[in-house]
């Protein structure tokens, strides 16, 4: 079945430009997040919505960067006046439930890999 | 708050050797506990998981992890790797009831196995 679907795969930007990237999660997944991974570096968590809940923001680098998800749906995160620190590839995942649930793993995307000139 | 520490960023090994790759977790309240795998050109995939109940857990192509809450540590196992094994592994951690939080991965480990 369809995973985990993110656009661009790649995206290329000059410093000072907004980006906005996309998710589609996993249909009937509730949980949904989003993760940065510098060259070399690890997952860098950023936000993570679980249903209706408010959503987890406590990664969020700047308020450059924001999120939003349109119910159990499309997410898009966006970063305003983007600096070449902000090159990175962006994972989203998500999830059927809370990862304490038995069966929910989380299933990631390709990443969007953002190159900031 | 959570946080994951994985101490070597690579490990290589030689092939039907052992390994062990290490995973230390901080968290001042019940944990779930996670190890992710990237094969090169691939996205993440769970490879196992400790929730609750024995500490020991095994994935399908004979990874293991022992849950040590005294040690704080989440170590993975295999006690023979195999040419296909040679990926990042990722360590993770959700803490809180009902692993309300977000995963917090580590840096990763690079696994090389060479013939």
């Known amino acids: 079945g369809a995973g985990v679907s993110q656009s661009p795969s790649n995206k290329v930007t000059e410093k000072g430009k907004d980006v906005e990237l996309r998710c589609d999660p996993i249909?009937?997944?509730?949980?949904l997040y989003w993760y940065r991974q510098r060259l070399g570096q690890g997952l860098e968590f950023l936000i993570y919505?679980?249903?209706?809940?408010?959503?987890?923001k406590s990664g969020l680098p700047s308020d450059r960067f924001s999120a939003e998800r349109t119910g159990e749906s499309v997410s898009t995160l966006t970063i305003q006046r983007t600096q070449q620190e902000d090159s990175a590839v962006y994972l989203c995942a998500s999830s059927l439930y809370r990862v304490s649930s038995y069966n929910s793993p989380l299933h990631f995307g390709n990443g969007t890999r953002l190159t900031v000139t | 708050a959570q946080s994951v520490t994985q101490l070597d960023s690579q490990v290589p090994v030689f092939e039907e050797a052992p390994v062990e790759l290490r995973c230390n977790y901080s968290?001042?309240?019940?944990?779930?506990l996670f190890w992710y795998v990237q094969y090169p050109n691939q996205g993440l995939q769970l490879l196992l998981k400790y929730l609750s109940g024995s500490t020991l857990v095994e994935s399908i192509n004979g990874f293991e992890a022992e849950f040590n809450k005294s040690q704080t540590s989440f170590h993975l196992r295999k006690p023979s790797v195999h040419i296909s094994d040679t990926a990042e592994y990722f360590c993770a951690v959700s803490e809180g009831s009902e692993g309300r939080r977000a995963l917090t991965f580590g840096s990763g480990t690079r696994l090389q196995v060479q013939p």
């Open positions: 919505f679980q249903g209706n809940s408010a959503p987890d």
């Open positions: 968290s001042s309240v019940s944990v779930y």
């Open positions: 249909s009937g997944h509730t949980a």
